[in-house]
């Protein structure tokens, strides 16, 4: 039996469209931080047959049972038992699939001796969740075309630039539409897919800039122009989609109150109604004592950035 742990991450460039064909390969290139302070763990063993129970309700998930077919195609994988737990709300806007594949492929790679190297546990964990290519990494890590895959990769350890994360949960709920069905909604219908796919180069270019200069006002512009690109994007598919709640616009409000006050913090949200507000160094607990009393915040959860996806009982990764 081994047991693997990952946070989830928060895209600060943001992932959201697929290309066509097999692999799950993006359309875009994202940045993201790896945010200790939630955490999935994963436990898998050999079984006479696959079952998946996630916070201890077994379901079929069938994400899970794609992802383990194709790792049978290369790996002599037996039949697997999965018990997966969040210490955060499951399907919420809050990364548990990132953080989910993340670790369900390093305790596996672990319990079956795979000898996977980051940069592998990276492309399976991808093959799961896109997003989850980017949690097998610590700090800031990135997932964009290589020579000819699509890979993540650390671009800075969580040390060299110690931002905090104060999460303003909004609802507890999960989402109705998922990230998967949203983007393949947004690529087939939204007459701004195509502006969106271009710029998201240039915005990625830029981000990863910011984060070697450690310029966060450089970032915080990126970040956040990335943020409601992407949420117009949304609103602009058919159906509509529409993640935000009151208290998400007002949280919104908040952060930019405070940053206009002298604070350095920008906002960002994911394919649900939580506001994360990304602070520089020392800025974490005044940026969450607000948004605590931001009209409609239920609680906010406090993270520091955090370790990429690793077995229990291990250090984590250089
Ligand atoms: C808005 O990685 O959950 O969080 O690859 O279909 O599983 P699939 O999608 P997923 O999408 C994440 C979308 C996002 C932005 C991001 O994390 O980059």
Known sequence: MATAIAHPNIALVK????QTGPGNRPATPSLSITVAGLTTTTRVEAAERDSVCINGECRREPKVETLLDAMRDTFDLPPVAIDTRNDFPTGAGLASSASGFAALVTALDGEFGLGMSSAARSDWARQGSASAARSIYGGFATLAPGDDVWTGAELQAKDSWPLEVVIAVTEESP??????QGMERSRTTSPFYHAWCRSTET????ACRAVAQHDFESLSDV????????????LSSRPGLLYWNEATVAAIDTVRRLRTAGTPVFFTID???QVKAVCAPGHGGGVAALLARSPGVLRVVRGQLGDGARL??????P
């Open 15 to 18: 992932y959201w469209g697929k």
């Open 175 to 180: 989402k109705d539409v998922s990230s998967s």
């Open 203 to 206: 915005d990625f270019e830029t």
């Open 223 to 234: 970040a956040e122009h990335s943020c409601l690109k992407l949420h117009a994007l949304m």
């Open 271 to 273: 394919a649900g109604p």
């Open 312 to 317: 229990v009982g291990e250090p984590p990764p």
